[in-house]
């Protein structure tokens, strides 16, 4: 496994890392040391919860060893009394590192990453009780009605008690290196199945004694949650993954809602615990609940409907607003208070109890209404400030009520406090006194605005190119439509008849073009519902409609509105995909829905993305207007040198940011390739592509003619299928849709293609670029190169924009390093890669070029081979030549070690007419390759072998070959081979080879 030191911190990696993977772990490594936060754009497929998780374990080891072994102080084993002694993070004061993703499915991938790392630090991956219970009751419950069954039978002894509780403390003393090895969700349930213990209250005693926890964002941003987790914040490390969403989750966890539905079920349960204390205290003489507590609340409630019902709202659309801290002053109107909140939250908790053993003994799983109550009144009185109100707004609104029941077409009124700064969520952190907050995403562009919408500061940031080459992504602007009209989705066009038709007779075009998957995103779904429905009707009995044009080359799926019928339509796309009788399949979908954020169309399942036009929100949107609002008003007083976020640009970043998801669909490893067709003649304007990803911009081609669109696109498709990336199957979908997921770890994706390659060719490769390091790797025996800052790679590239050829003084220069595609592929023959000093990254190496190297990975293995595949007869190339594909070279690691042994692909090869050799005897070939092979190093080998290619191939001059080929062998050991190779070269370079000789001996 490579060792990289950066920043000198030694970080193992489970292969050769690219470039831009270097670039990533030297950002993450430097705010980890210089305890600052972190911004970091990666794009999906560049392997970045990796290069995260490695650099970050590495950080954190060189400090000291991770944890290891838990033991217990057994006692009361009743809920809270367990106690866990020995945390060597605790004791040591070591860093806690806690890793957060949007989802459960998203984390148990990470942990797959983790597991392929040498890095075991002991873990856990938190989850709630409807994940974690195994108990044959409560895991049938949900939300708060699970809770609190879970809670009374952990307190209870006899017969109605939770006995997986009971055996959580005996379970980890006799298990003290549990979490040492990876363990996900799974692996716990299926522990408490087999063995006992509650998984859920594993995971809780487990986290308090780990080096790394795992666990969905809401532990983290929800307050309630965040109370619960027994961690060490100070100088903990907090680490927020696919965190593109991040300001409005943070933002909607510090708002609320109160529809007038909600209020009038908590009325309702307010007078059933009215009811339920009076009986049990007439039958039982249970006197433990006061039906005076719970007619308080009911009261309360009345009131602040009555309240909400008596707010006049002028105009339907405007609804009535006030600012934030006015909230008070409607609260304080019920005498609802800062000290009488505490009091009314007791009180709905005791309700809840009460209802959920009612529930229980009527065997219903009702949800319980008032716990929202209890949930509003915390987020309002906050710490018992107020100061955090004047980022909010308060907004009454009407609505038509749309549900059954009697209820349809009465006006509804709906209480909205609505958080205006999501930075609010992320402040206890600061005061925690965390060390580094690291938040990254494969789309976090334009950053700019997320940075102040956070109201953190962001020292460290980085927008990483992609690891694929520039013949695997075609992106243009298309301005008009095949009849010359001008593509612009604004109000102002896209409800006329002309441009939903022009738009239509491009996507036909588009479907014929692209093969396999194509995924069309419209900017809401309304454009999405008049565009289709325009495309299917005819204008004339003998006319076909735009829509059976479009299903003659493609089978269509649209995206539905409704979210329980999602899982259907991915079923069905998957299905018309399939179907071998047309080219594939479209899917119509919409900016900010499901298909944009939460898939992965990988290889054919997304060949090209089109994107209609920008997703504005729509601006007379309650809480869209006042938001905007509310960021004009913020910037005015500050002035211009603080940069404050105005409500025009945040409006127009929103847009742009849900574009970058949808586009990011495309392209998701290293392997793929596929089109992003920008249908809006806005996307040419500059500001519009700067806040376009940052390893898309330098790809975008404008285009004033379609007819240059399709002439483009087609010859993209072609020569990439002959030419570029294997084309590989996608793969079956995962439990949350994921499409065609090629594992994110390139380790396995390189072990998925090489399958691919190594099966027979059905097109050869062509060799239609190669590829340049901006600086050297001294892999010599002994010597260890010294590269310096790395420069971040979206300013200053590791390898060059196009890419291209490696210069090198000699072979043992580039011995260690072959770019493919920009990755670097190092010799075994070193053990560490110093990326900490000397010479500086970006350096050009002097002069002679080795051979380029093909666009797919290949590999090279010792073993039997033929130096005929170069230097046999002319008369067996001759006859050969038409059956033979080039092959190349690269390293292969065993079990994560560099392995000592290469091997050799076995296959012919075609030799220029003017390289037949003056010697064909086959035996003596054989024989002197075998030599070569004793007195060259494995990586001084793979490079002989590349000269061999070069000239083969004309790559090189002849001259250049020579020499280097000179150079390799010079030396007293070396000099017999020297002299014999003068047998293998054409004769009419002797006398030049000759010259090398006499300079060598």
């Not at 797919?856 to 010792?862: G, H, L, M, P």
């Amino acid at each position: 496994m490579p060792t990289y030191k950066i920043r000198g911190i030694d970080v193992d990696f489970p292969f050769e890392a690219y470039d831009s993977q270097i670039v990533y772990m030297d950002k993450v490594i430097q705010s980890l040391q210089e305890k600052c936060n972190a911004l970091l754009e990666s794009p999906t497929g560049t392997g970045k919860t990796l290069c995260l998780l490695c650099a970050t374990l590495a950080w954190r080891k060189s400090l000291g060893s991770f944890t290891t072994g838990v033991s217990l102080q057994t006692g009361d084993k009743s809920e809270d009394k367990n106690e866990i002694s020995l945390s060597q993070s605790e004791l040591s004061g070591f860093s806690t590192i806690v890793y957060a993703s949007r989802t459960h499915s998203q984390i148990r991938q990470v942990i797959q990453e983790l597991k392929r790392t040498s890095y075991r630090p002991k873990m856990v991956v938190l989850g709630s009780r409807e994940q974690l219970c195994i108990h044959d009751e409560v895991k049938l419950l949900q939300g708060k009605t699970q809770s609190n069954a879970c809670r009374v039978l952990c307190r209870r002894r006899g017969k109605r008690h939770c006995s997986h509780f009971q055996q959580v403390t005996d379970y980890l003393k006799n298990n003290p290196h549990l979490g040492e090895e990876p363990v996900d969700i799974e692996d716990l349930v299926n522990i408490g199945r087999r063995f006992g213990p509650c998984p859920y209250y594993l995971s809780k005693e487990l986290h308090k004694v780990v080096d790394i926890v795992f666990a969905p964002y809401n532990y983290l941003i929800d307050r309630g949650y965040r109370k619960s987790l027994q961690v060490s914040w100070s100088n903990s490390i907090l680490i927020f993954d696919e965190a593109h969403n991040l300001e409005g989750i943070c933002a909607d966890a510090a708002s609320f809602d109160l529809p007038s539905w909600l209020l009038t079920a908590c009325i309702s349960e307010s007078e059933k615990c009215i009811d339920l204390s009076i009986e049990r205290r007439d039958k039982s003489n249970d006197k433990s609940q006061n039906p005076d507590d719970f007619a308080i609340l009911r009261a309360l409630l009345l009131k602040l409907e009555k309240r909400i019902a008596e707010v006049p709202i002028e105009s339907k659309e405007l609804g009535y607003t006030k600012p934030g801290p006015y909230i008070y002053e409607m609260l304080a109107d019920l005498n609802i208070t800062h000290k009488t909140a505490s009091k009314l939250v007791n009180i709905i908790a005791v309700a809840s109890t009460l209802l959920e053993e009612h529930n229980q003994q009527k065997s219903t799983g009702t949800v319980c209404r008032l716990d929202r109550i209890s949930e509003i009144l915390e987020i309002v009185f906050r710490d018992g400030r107020t100061a955090h109100a004047k980022y909010y707004r308060v907004h009454v609104r009407e609505v038509e009520a749309r549900g059954g029941n009697g209820s349809k077409g009465k006006v509804l009124r709906t209480l909205s406090w609505w958080c205006f700064n999501p930075g609010i969520a992320m402040e206890d952190f600061s005061r925690y006194g965390v060390r580094s907050i690291i938040l990254t995403s494969g789309t976090l562009s334009p950053m700019e605005s997320f940075a102040k919408e956070l109201k953190l500061d962001f020292p460290i940031r980085l927008e990483n190119p992609h690891v694929i080459t520039p013949n695997q992504i075609w992106a243009g602007v298309v301005s008009v439509g095949p009849s010359g009209r001008t593509f612009n989705s604004s109000y102002r066009t896209r409800d006329s008849i002309e441009y939903r038709q022009e738009l239509g007779n491009a996507i036909v075009n588009l479907a014929r073009i692209v093969p396999d998957g194509l995924l069309v995103f419209f900017p809401s779904y309304y454009l999405l519902d008049q565009c289709t429905g325009c495309w299917k009707s005819v204008s004339n009995e003998n006319s076909t409609s735009i829509w059976d044009r479009i299903c003659k080359h493609k089978k269509p799926v649209i995206e539905p509105r409704d979210s329980s019928a999602f899982p259907m339509s991915i079923k069905d796309y998957m299905t018309k995909l399939n179907d071998t009788s047309v080219s594939g399949a479209v899917f119509f979908a919409v900016c900010r829905g499901k298909v944009s954020e939460g898939l992965d169309f990988a290889d054919h399942a997304g060949r090209a993305v089109v994107i209609t036009g920008l997703p504005f929100a729509t601006s007379n949107d309650p809480k869209v207007r006042l938001k905007r609002e509310y960021l004009d008003q913020q910037s005015r007083p500050q002035g211009e040198l603080l940069k404050i976020l105005t409500g025009d640009e945040w409006y127009n970043q929103q847009a742009s940011r849900a574009v970058n998801q949808a586009v990011g669909r495309v392209i998701r490893h290293r392997y793929d390739y596929g089109a992003i067709i920008f249908c809006d003649e806005r996307f040419s304007q500059p500001h519009r592509q700067s806040q376009v990803s940052r390893w898309i911009q330098p790809h975008i081609k404008c285009f004033s003619r379609f007819g240059e669109v399709v002439f483009t696109l087609s010859r993209f498709f072609r020569d990439v299928g002959t030419q570029g990336p294997t084309k590989v199957s996608l793969l079956e979908a995962e439990s949350e849709g994921n499409l065609g997921k090629v594992p994110s770890s390139e380790l396995q994706m390189d072990k998925f293609y090489m399958e691919k390659l190594l099966s027979p060719p059905t097109a050869p490769m062509v060799q239609n670029f190669s590829l340049k390091a901006s600086s050297l790797l001294d892999t010599k025996k002994g010597c260890i190169s010294h590269l310096g800052e790395i420069v971040p790679a979206n300013r200053s590239s590791l390898s060059s924009e196009n890419g291209k050829t490696v210069h090198c003084e000699s072979s043992r220069d580039i011995s260690g390093k072959v770019l493919l595609g920009g990755k670097t592929l190092l010799s075994q023959k070193r053990d560490m890669v110093d990326l900490t000093d000397c010479c500086q990254l970006g350096e050009k190496s002097k002069d002679t070029p080795i051979p380029p190297c093909s666009a797919k990975k290949r590999r090279f293995v010792t073993g039997e081979y033929d130096l005929k595949q170069y230097f046999g007869n002319s008369n067996e190339h001759s006859s050969s030549g038409s059956q033979n594909a080039q092959r190349g070279v690269d390293l292969q690691h065993k079990d994560g070690v560099a392995s000592n042994s290469l091997e050799l692909i076995r296959q012919k090869s075609i030799l220029p007419a003017d390289s037949a050799p003056s010697v064909g005897d086959e035996t003596q070939g054989s024989a002197f390759l075998a030599q070569v092979r004793d007195k060259l190093s494995a990586a001084e080998y793979i490079d002989f072998v590349g000269y061999m290619k070069a000239l083969k191939t004309k790559a090189m001059k002849i001259s250049e070959v020579l020499q280097c080929i000179s150079r390799m062998f010079s030396g007293p050991e070396r000099l017999p081979l020297l002299k014999r190779f003068k047998d293998y070269i054409p004769a009419k370079y002797h006398s030049l080879y000759e010259h090398y000789v006499e300079e060598k001996s």
